[in-house]
Structures are given as structure tokens and as C-alpha cells.
């Protein structure tokens, strides 16, 4: 019999894999928690949690009640649109206060925080999804309260902007770096690219250069003093294929962005136009980031002027020290206004992430300002980043890559191959009986040297733990739990006939 009912071992990992797959939904927030008891019990508090959807505000008012009483003077309040027209909010403690009328949302401040001075100012948090559902609703929230978003545990501020087709909303994820707020899910791409981390030994500076004979290392070349990467030199008709050399790492690129092309400017010589979409697939296909720098100056750094300067990109070397996308940006534009980041999916797998510079922040003097850096750009050696342009990996994709344990082995595959793999241990008794049958144990007498000997036992026992065990893990763990189950159905028959035993002796 390959087990016997004596097996407290495989009794007990049984139990514990039915445990685990139990209390996969055991969690749950605070909130919902006392809703739902709330709402079981009839309550008043119920009733209003049900009617105005206060859980949609559990981010909100969670965030509220980390804050410090009075942050930076003004009462913190969490506030949701509801689909009546209404506005819940809540304060530190969990008290709720929903107006709808002008004179309603004067009190508000009066309700929550009836302690607060006269005048005290409002800090807004609101639900993220109270700026998708009902953005029109924020024309109707007291006046003068500083507005945030709420995403995830982080709050950002709103920025709002009066346009000629309404009001466009904005986040500003960063001092520099403003996320345009349109669809949810274009949104939260953005904010998570925004957010993306940057290692720097990852990022490769690519300096394209006609008729250079270098290609891509794998591993990036770094300033011993500052530590940022050093460029790395390569023809341009060869950069699509050497992307696959830096796998999985993020090149940066400067050249002029003319529709499908990109137009590099060698030291000497005429301008050379790319292909954008070729680069484009061949990045794709090496998961690499591809951030376009552009510039209408598309110099390449690490070459020379016609004044043998170095050529070197504005405010790069900042950005480069920095450990998010969002801080990159943030440094590169810092000093010249603020840039407007907005996505576009591309595919599952890639998005498009383009930060332009924000022109309704933009008088006179900035635009001339920014002429005159182009103008000089070729006196000075220093490339001006006009935007830029990312094509990188979706944040479903880069999840993907980074829960790989073995890289170019697909995540949900190798999950699979670890859990049938376990099942295949815990059945393992199974296991072993039926890889008896299908391959028997060597004999010694078979072979003519011990060397041969062994050679087919190792064989046969990593062809038994690392192909046959995940393989017939599945059966094995259904066997086991059938005779655990069995197991536990005889015991009646087993006392009983232990009882009648005990009696005749």
C-alpha cells in the first residue's frame, strides 16, 4: 500500500493547504467590517454607509486618520461624491457629514470640527473615484479648501484649469511633473509609471554616433565620482539590434521626434533619420525602456561642438541620480517649467508615456527663455530636452518580469510548476510507486562500471524530483487527500472492530 493510516505528516500538510486556500478572503478592511455589521444590525450608521457608498472612501478616510490633527493649519477631511448629488465627508475619528446645498457645505467644517477656530481652512482628500464619476461635483465643495486626490495610500494635489471646452484636471505627482487626469485606467498607468523605480545600474545613456563600431555591453559603464552611467557609443543603424543585449534595462536616447523618425545630429555632418517604430518592436521584443529625449538640437552627448566642446545633455546627470521616473522627469525639467504627463496603451504589454512642457504655465519670458537656450545650445555644449518620449513596459507586464524567479520563463508558468511541484511532495508516497513502474531501479549487476552505475541512478532521480514529481502532482495530491478522506471515514470501523476485539480477548 503506498500509505498507511498512520501518516500524521501527510495528515497534516493536507490539512494545512485546505487551511490556506480557506482564509485567502479572511482580511478586510476596517471599514467594511464595521458597515457590515452596522447594516446587519439595522443601524443608522448603516443605512448611510449603504445609501451614500461610503466604502468607495475607505482610501480617503484612512489616509485621514494617519494625518496629524491640523496638517499644515487646515482641518483634514475625507470627502466622496455620491451618485445622489451629495458629499460625504469624514473626519479623523470616523464621524460622517453629507451636504448637498450651499449652505450645507458652509457647515461642514462646523460639524466635524466644531473645536476648530473660526475660519480654519480645509484640506480636501478625495476619493479617486469621485474625480472619474463626478468631476463637475467639485465645482460644489467649500470654497478655498486645498483639494487632494486620494490613490492607493498616497494623496496628491488636484490641480484644476479652466480650458476653453470645460476644466481639466490634473495630479501633481511631483513639483515639475503634472499627471493629466482622463480616463481611470490611462490614469493609473501614468501615476504608476510616474512612480516606476529607476535603478541606476540599469539605465544606459546611448550616444548614437555614424560609423562607430561599438556595441551594446550588457552591463552599463559607470563615472567613478559621480556614479551616474557613462554613455555608451553606437552607430544608429545598429541600435534595434543591440537592444536585446541590454535586456530588460532602460536606454536613453536624445534626438529630434518627427512623427515616425527620429533625427540624430552627428558632430559633422548632416542630420540621420531612424525609424521610430523599428526601434519601437525591437525594444518591445527586449522589454527595454526606450525614453526619447527630444530635443531640436539632436546632438548626441559625449560628442563634440563646433567649438569642441563636450556635448552634454541639460540637467541629465541630475535626473540620472534619481531612483523614480517621476523624479526624473521632475530634475530634468526642473528650472523651465513643469511638464504634463499623459499614456496611451500601446499593447498589453507596452504604453506609451509622453511628458510635454506644460505651455498654460508658460508667459512670455519662459518661451523666450527656452528659444534663447536653443539658440546658445551650440555655444555652451549643452542639448535642451524640449519633452520626452517613453515607450516602456506596461505595469502589468513589469509586474510580470519582476515576480520571474528564472528570467525568460513566463511567471505563471514557473508558479504552476512550484505548485504542482508541492502537490507532487506532499503526495510523494504516489509519486514514487507509480515512477517505479514507468522507469524500475538500476542493478548493480547491470552495469559494467560503478561510474555507469551511478550515472543512471542521478539520471534517473532528477528525471523522478524535477519532471516526473510536477508532473503527476495534481493526481498525486487528489490521491492522498482520497485516502486521507478514506483514512478518516474508517475510523468508526477501526474502533468498532478494536471494541469487539478488546471484548473477546
Same mark, same amino acid.
Given at each position: ?7 500524521? #505528516? ?9 487551511s490556506f ?11 467594511t467590517?464595521l458597515?457590515k ?13 449603504s ?12 489616509l ?6 491640523h496638517?499644515?493649519g487646515?482641518?483634514?477631511?475625507a ?6 448629488g ?8 470616523g464621524?460622517?457629514?453629507?451636504a448637498?446645498t450651499?449652505?450645507?457645505m458652509a457647515?461642514?467644517?462646523?460639524a466635524?470640527a ?26 460644489d465643495?467649500p470654497a ?6 486620494? #490613490? ?5 494635489e488636484?490641480?484644476?484649469?479652466s480650458?476653453a471646452?470645460g476644466?481639466?484636471?490634473? $495630479?501633481?505627482v ?6 493629466? $487626469?482622463?480616463?481611470?485606467a ?8 510616474s512612480g ?22 550588457t ?11 557613462l ?11 543591440e ?7 532602460t ?11 527620429l ?14 517604430a ?11 525602456n526606450?525614453v ?6 539632436p ?8 567649438l ?35 499614456? *496611451?496603451a ?15 504655465n ?12 536653443d539658440? #546658445? ?14 515607450f ?7 509586474k510580470?518580469?519582476?515576480? *520571474? ?16 511541484a ?7 508516497s504516489?509519486?514514487?510507486?507509480w ?7 538500476e ?14 541512478r542521478?539520471?534517473r ?6 519532471v ?10 487528489m ?5 486521507v478522506?478514506?483514512?478518516w471515514?474508517?475510523m ?7 471494541l ?6
Amino acid at each position: 500500500m503506498p500509505a498507511s493510516s498512520s501518516n500524521p #505528516v501527510l495528515t497534516v500538510l493536507v490539512m494545512l493547504c485546505l487551511s490556506f486556500a480557506a482564509a485567502g478572503g479572511a482580511d478586510a478592511h476596517w471599514l467594511t467590517k464595521l458597515l457590515k455589521e452596522a447594516g446587519e444590525a439595522g443601524s443608522d450608521a448603516g443605512r448611510l454607509g449603504s445609501r451614500v457608498g461610503i466604502a468607495a472612501m475607505e482610501d480617503a478616510a484612512g489616509l485621514v486618520m494617519r494625518l496629524p490633527k491640523h496638517a499644515d493649519g487646515d482641518l483634514p477631511l475625507a470627502a466622496h461624491a455620491t451618485p445622489e448629488g451629495h458629499w460625504t465627508f469624514t473626519n479623523r475619528e470616523g464621524a460622517a457629514f453629507t451636504a448637498a446645498t450651499p449652505d450645507e457645505m458652509a457647515q461642514v467644517a462646523k460639524a466635524l470640527a466644531p473645536e476648530a477656530p473660526e475660519g480654519t481652512g480645509l484640506s480636501l482628500y478625495i476619493s479617486e473615484e469621485s474625480i472619474f464619476l463626478r468631476p463637475a461635483a467639485l465645482n460644489d465643495l467649500p470654497a478655498g479648501g486645498r483639494l487632494n486626490v486620494v #490613490v492607493g495610500k498616497s494623496s496628491y494635489e488636484l490641480v484644476r484649469r479652466s480650458e476653453a471646452g470645460g476644466s481639466q484636471l490634473f $495630479v501633481k505627482v511631483r513639483d515639475n511633473v503634472l499627471v493629466a $487626469v482622463s480616463q481611470r485606467a490611462v490614469f493609473d498607468e501614468a501615476l504608476w509609471q510616474s512612480g516606476r523605480r529607476l535603478v541606476r545600474a540599469d539605465i544606459r545613456v546611448l550616444s548614437l554616433r555614424p560609423g562607430s563600431s561599438k556595441g551594446l555591453a550588457t552591463a552599463a559603464r559607470f563615472d567613478k565620482a559621480r556614479k551616474v552611467p557613462l554613455a555608451d557609443e553606437i552607430d544608429p543603424a545598429r541600435l534595434a539590434g543591440e537592444l536585446v543585449n541590454i535586456r530588460g534595462q532602460t536606454a536613453v536616447v536624445t534626438g529630434r521626434i518627427d512623427g515616425d523618425l527620429l533625427y540624430v545630429l552627428p558632430s559633422s555632418g548632416s542630420e540621420k533619420a531612424l525609424s521610430l517604430a523599428e526601434i519601437r518592436k525591437a525594444a518591445a521584443d527586449a522589454d527595454v525602456n526606450l525614453v526619447v529625449l527630444h530635443s531640436n538640437k539632436p546632438l548626441q552627448p559625449g560628442g563634440q561642438n563646433w567649438l569642441w566642446q563636450t556635448v552634454k545633455v541639460e540637467r541629465l546627470g541630475e535626473a540620472l541620480e534619481k531612483s523614480s521616473f517621476g523624479d526624473f522627469l521632475d530634475a530634468l525639467a526642473g528650472g523651465r517649467g513643469q511638464f504634463v504627463v499623459k499614456a *496611451r496603451a500601446e499593447s498589453d504589454a507596452r504604453v506609451l508615456v509622453e511628458a510635454i512642457p506644460d505651455n498654460a504655465n508658460r508667459d512670455i519670458v519662459d518661451s523666450v527663455g527656452s528659444w534663447v537656450g536653443d539658440a #546658445v545650445s551650440d555655444v555652451t555644449g549643452h542639448v535642451v530636452s524640449e519633452g520626452v518620449q517613453a515607450f516602456m513596459t506596461s505595469e502589468t507586464r513589469q509586474k510580470e518580469l519582476d515576480e *520571474r524567479i528564472v528570467p525568460g520563463i513566463p511567471s505563471e508558468w514557473q508558479f504552476y510548476y512550484l505548485g504542482a511541484a508541492i502537490m507532487g511532495v506532499i503526495g510523494l508516497s504516489f509519486a514514487r510507486n507509480w515512477w517505479g513502474r514507468i522507469w524500475p531501479q538500476e542493478q548493480r549487476s547491470e552495469y559494467k562500471s560503478a561510474f555507469g552505475y551511478h550515472a543512471a541512478r542521478a539520471v534517473r532521480w532528477a528525471m523522478f524530483v524535477f519532471v516526473f514529481v510536477p508532473l503527476v502532482g495534481p493526481v498525486a495530491l487528489m490521491a492522498a487527500l482520497a485516502f486521507v478522506v478514506f483514512d478518516w471515514l474508517m475510523m468508526p470501523v477501526r474502533a468498532i472492530k478494536w471494541l469487539i476485539g478488546y471484548r473477546q480477548t
